[in-house]
């Protein structure tokens, strides 16, 4: 952290520089690290705040509380040069993009998609829709903005919008 806030670029991070940074030896890198792509998403887990606590109540509102967390990480990555910086570096290094999509983005889509499934159980929302896509629906719209758009306002109430512009057309009929 201390040499991305002294605006050192990524490719010029080495284990070598991290250990010489800390005042220690690579080895003691290497015990906790196994090389700088899994140091790396540490290192922009650390950036981010927690997941969000999921209410349970309904599916909109764990929903609702999934994209909250997203438009709040939108808001701090606008605000913090270092998350800024280290994504728009790991997207030039297919090995790094790659570690931090396992690491990071994989689990919030599979938290997506199991809230839509127990949304499906529940008769919440229509058996038979691609669920995978279903939470790109609701997902997109937040990145659009807080990645795409950055000048573009992220109002308070945006994830509860998003959230139920979509809902409504996927509830089962009669609902």
């Not at 201390?2 to 290497?30: H, N, W």
């Not at 981010?48 to 709040?72: F, K, N, W, Y």
């Not at 570690?99 to 839509?116: G, I, S």
């Not at 109002?155 to 089962?172: H, K």
Request: hydrophobic share 40%.
């Amino acid at each position: 952290m201390k040499l991305l806030e002294d605006g050192v670029p990524l490719a010029e991070i080495s284990i070598e520089r991290v250990a010489r940074t800390a005042g220690v030896g690579k080895a003691t890198i290497y015990r906790r690290w196994s090389g700088r792509e899994e140091l790396f998403c540490d290192v922009l887990r650390a950036a981010e705040p927690p997941g969000p606590e999921l209410p349970g109540t309904s599916t909109r509102d764990d929903l609702i509380a999934l994209l909250e967390a997203q438009r709040r990480r939108g808001l701090a990555t606008r605000s913090s040069a270092i998350v800024h910086n280290v994504l728009a570096q790991m997207k030039s290094s297919p090995k790094l993009w790659k570690a931090y999509h396992v690491n990071v983005v994989e689990p919030q889509r599979r938290l997506t998609t199991e809230v839509l499934r127990r949304g499906q159980e529940d008769g919440e929302i229509r058996t038979g829709l691609d669920l995978e896509l279903i939470a790109d629906l609701f997902h997109g719209p937040m990145l659009v903005r807080t990645v795409m758009r950055r000048d573009a306002d992220l109002p308070d109430d945006l994830a509860e919008v998003i959230v139920d512009t979509v809902l409504e057309g996927l509830r089962p009929s009669g609902s």
